[in-house]
Nanobody, 115 residues
Framework: QVQLVESGGGLVQPGGSLRLSCAASASIFKIIHMGWYRQAPGKQRELVAQITSGGSTNYVDSVKGRFTISRDNAKNTMYLQMNSLKPEDTAVYYC?????????WGQGTQVTVSS
C-alpha cells in the first residue's frame, strides 16, 4: 500500500505560478508510473500530466507548455510546476499512480486561480 500526500496548493492570481508536491510513503514509488489529476467543481476528475518510472512525460493539451511534471525518486516525491495559471485551472489537484488506483486517492490540494 502506498500513501500519497499532496501539498503546495493555494490562491494565486491569473498568470501566477505554483509548485505542487506529492510525497509517497514507500520506496516502490521509484518503479511506478505516476500522474497528476485534477477535479474542478461540477466536473469529472481528469488526468493532467503523467510521468513514467523512467521520466518520460505527457500532458493534456490544455496545460502543455505551462505545466511541468517531474519526480525525485531519491526523495519519493513528484512535483507539478504550474506557470501562467488560468482561472480554468482552478481545481483540487491529486496525485496517484498512472493508471490510477482508487485506494491511493488522497485529500488533494486546492488550487484557486482568481483575481
Amino acid at each position: 500500500q502506498v500513501q500519497l500526500v499532496e501539498s503546495g496548493g493555494g490562491l494565486v492570481q491569473p498568470g501566477g505560478s505554483l509548485r505542487l508536491s506529492c510525497a509517497a510513503s514507500a520506496s516502490i514509488f521509484k518503479i511506478i508510473h505516476m500522474g497528476w489529476y485534477r477535479q474542478a467543481p461540477g466536473k469529472q476528475r481528469e488526468l493532467v500530466a503523467q510521468i513514467t518510472s523512467g521520466g518520460s512525460t505527457n500532458y493534456v493539451d490544455s496545460v502543455k507548455g505551462r505545466f511541468t511534471i517531474s519526480r525525485d525518486n531519491a526523495k519519493n516525491t513528484m512535483y507539478l510546476q504550474m506557470n501562467s495559471l488560468k482561472p480554468e485551472d482552478t481545481a483540487v489537484y491529486y496525485c496517484n499512480k498512472w493508471p490510477a488506483i482508487p485506494a491511493y486517492w488522497g485529500q488533494g490540494t486546492q488550487v484557486t486561480v482568481s483575481s
